[in-house]
T-cell receptor, first 117, second 114 residues
């Protein structure tokens, strides 16, 4: 596709509900990243995939957060039993891998704005 | 742990004035540094990427400098326009081969008044 797409763009959930956020990376991009951006702050890293392998999940704030990329393209970030502190914009980014290192420019999607009431 | 700080948090200038945005980072072992623009409700758009071996990058009215030893980068925007109003974020990529997550600063919110 032309860019990274994310859906839904907005999600309102009641506290305790489970939510699933989808990311479609740029075609051919091996690397995929999830970031969480709280209001008025910079994005913070959550997790990273290279193809279908989740190589780094050090940023996931709790075991309620789970991400997958089963076929190495589309990724889903799932949040179980949502809490009010989970309210944020969730950004997805993808990039190429050159020489085995995913250090090229990351292209970001528009984000999913999650509001937990 | 890498920490990235952007000062000021907000900036308001009249149209035509030059903008100077500052970014500092605590760990100089970086692979590259990027400047992004974020418009309200939108994702991030990459403006400039500076490799650790470079001192500066230029694109149109934008110029970014990097002083790795002092842990600083500056983004200059010449002759600002109302369309430059946005939040500007800097982010560093670690040098270590296994690390590829960007660490962001908190951003500088810019308003250019016509």
């Amino acid at each position: 596709g032309a860019g990274v797409s994310q859906s839904p763009r907005y999600k309102v959930a009641k506290r305790g509900q489970d939510v699933a956020l989808r990311c479609d990376p740029i075609s051919g991009h091996v690397s995929l990243f999830w970031y969480q951006q709280a209001l008025g702050q910079g994005p913070e890293f959550l997790t990273y995939f290279q193809n279908e392998a989740q190589l780094d999940k050090s940023g996931l704030p709790s075991d309620r957060f789970f991400a997958e990329r089963p076929e190495g393209s589309v990724s889903t970030l799932k949040i179980q039993r949502t809490q009010q502190e989970d309210s944020a914009v969730y950004l997805c980014a993808s990039s190429l891998v050159v020489g085995g290192l995913a250090k090229e420019t990351q292209y970001f999607g528009p984000g999913t704005r999650l509001l937990v009431l | 742990k890498q920490e990235v700080t952007q000062i000021p948090a907000a900036l308001s200038v009249p149209e035509g004035e030059n903008l100077v945005l500052n970014c500092s980072f605590t760990d100089s072992a970086i692979y590259n540094l990027q400047w992004f623009r974020q418009d309200p409700g939108k994702g991030l758009t990459s403006l400039l990427l500076i490799q650790s071996s470079q001192r500066e990058q230029t694109s149109g009215r934008l110029n970014a400098s990097l002083d790795k030893s002092s842990g600083r980068s500056t983004l200059y925007i010449a002759a600002s326009q109302p369309g430059d109003s946005a939040t500007y974020l800097c982010a560093v990529m670690p040098f270590k081969a296994a690390g590829n997550k960007l660490t962001f600063g908190g951003g500088t919110r810019v308003l250019v008044k016509p």
